[in-house]
């Protein structure tokens, strides 16, 4: 006999949701097989079998508060005997803490599935609005499982394939540009708006969410936000692309996409201006003699941000290979918090969704962020001469009080200049 337990949160972290069991008692296991879910305010944690055997018993129910290493059930041998399934009652108050109300039907079978819902499919369809009746369902008893509430609202992450398959936020489309913003498909939530007589409906933020919500308020109470704007023309950047982008698959198997140009000129500038790279702490500044870069991603479960590690030593191949793995993880439900702690500067991509210009926060206790916007052919005066080029808004968020704007400016100029001469990232010049 084993018991199930929860892993082991980051300190930062105290305890977590139990989102779903994916087996129930009764139902063989094999060791490593996933058994049940837990959402913490960062990421989704998978709980694995330590053993073969029999699920036994299950100590906690979905939508249960859990805290770091609490037992969760136990697993026996094959002849083991389960224990009773938890009570109802505690079912049925899970169910009634859901607010939201689910859509009515008229057809027995579809409200039969209806009122089969699992905690954490009537989780999905009242976040989502969406109506199980028009749910595919592919549960052994007709059921709607988790799996088909997450097809059904178009779940994974918000941000787009990119052409450069390797970059979640990187800039793609047409020419080795951004796409316009037109012609960008709509990424908004697949929620279904309730009908009748000015309606509403009450959804409760999710654990991730919530967390997001109190960091970026507590980032506004605290830091002195400053942004300062610059424009770069990328037509340097997309013609080295496109003059080595076959040669560079060849040899790397992966696509040379702009974010690694763009987080190896950060690099460069946080070399130039150390105190981009600090932290406030008290009434002390933190200078750190690292580069871990977090390349921020809209999912579906709300902004993560996985960190690539020590910049200033990976190659352009070896970012484009890291940020490919963090997407496949990301779009699995699979990024750890591991992936996700530390960092030193983040980057931003409003550009993927057509976003002009913005003013990204600062991920706390980092004290500068980079947003990058969508790129987009303008007249400019080059030699005296007007031409059309494709030009690419900047912005630098800063925490004024350690970065001065002078120092702020200097910054973006310097990323401004390594975009529009990439062979100095090569050289380092």
């Known amino acids: 006999m084993a018991d199930i337990k929860v892993p082991v949160f980051s300190e930062s972290v105290s305890e977590g949701t139990l989102l779903t069991w994916h087996k129930k008692p009764g139902d063989a296991v094999k060791r490593g097989e996933v058994l049940a879910e837990i959402e913490t305010d960062k990421v989704v944690l998978e709980v694995t079998a330590q053993q073969d055997g029999v699920l036994t018993a299950i100590a906690k129910n979905e939508g249960d508060t859990v805290l770091s290493e609490e037992v969760l059930g136990t697993v026996g041998d094959a002849g083991s005997a389960p224990a009773a399934t938890p009570a109802p009652a505690a079912e049925e108050a899970s169910a009634a803490a859901q607010p939201a109300q689910l859509p009515q039907t008229s057809a027995g079978n579809e409200a039969t599935r209806r009122d089969d819902l699992s905690p954490a499919v009537r989780k999905i369809v009242a ?29 994974g992450l918000t941000y787009q394939g990119p052409q450069d398959a390797a970059a979640p936020v990187g800039v793609q489309g047409a020419a080795g540009g951004q796409q316009p913003a037109a012609s960008i498909p709509a990424q908004a939530p697949a929620v279904q708006v309730p009908q009748g007589a000015r309606p509403e409906q009450r959804v409760p933020m999710t654990r991730i969410r919530q967390r997001i919500s109190e960091r970026l308020k507590e980032v506004q109470n605290t830091a002195a936000l400053l942004t300062t704007f610059n424009e ?19 040899k790397h198997g992966v696509k040379l996409g702009f974010m690694s140009l763009f987080v190896r000129a ?34 579906d479960r ?14 352009l191949a070896g970012i484009e290979k890291e940020i490919a793995g963090f997407a496949q993880k990301a779009k699995g439900g699979k990024l750890t918090l591991e992936d996700m702690s530390g960092g030193t500067f983040s980057i931003t991509n409003g550009g993927t969704f057509g976003s002009m210009m913005s003013t990204p926060i600062i991920n706390a206790p980092q004290s500068a962020i980079l947003g990058m916007h969508n790129i987009i052919e303008r007249p400019i005066a080059q030699n005296g001469q007007v031409v059309i080029a494709p030009m690419m808004y900047l912005a630098l968020s800063y925490d004024h009080r350690i970065i001065d704007g002078k120092e702020a400016v200097q910054f973006l100029v310097t990323i401004k200049n390594l975009l529009e001469d990439p062979a100095r990232i090569l050289l380092e010049l």
Do not use: W
Not at 136 to 143: C, I, M, Q, V
Not at 302 to 315: E, K
């Open 127 to 155: 976040e989502q609005g969406l109506d199980p009746a028009r749910i595919p369902a592919s549960g052994p008893r007709g059921n709607i499982t988790k799996a088909d509430a997450v097809a059904a609202a178009q779940g």
């Open 232 to 250: 770069v023309n990328m037509k340097p950047a997309m013609d080295l692309r496109k003059k080595y982008q076959d040669q560079f698959v060849a």
């Open 266 to 299: 950060a690099t460069e500038a946080l070399k130039a201006f150390p105190v981009v790279n600090a932290s406030v702490e008290g009434k002390d500044i933190i200078y750190h003699g690292y580069y871990d870069v977090g390349i921020a991603v809209a999912s």
């Open 302 to 315: 709300g902004l993560v941000v996985p960190i690539l590690r020590d910049t200033d030593q990976m190659s």
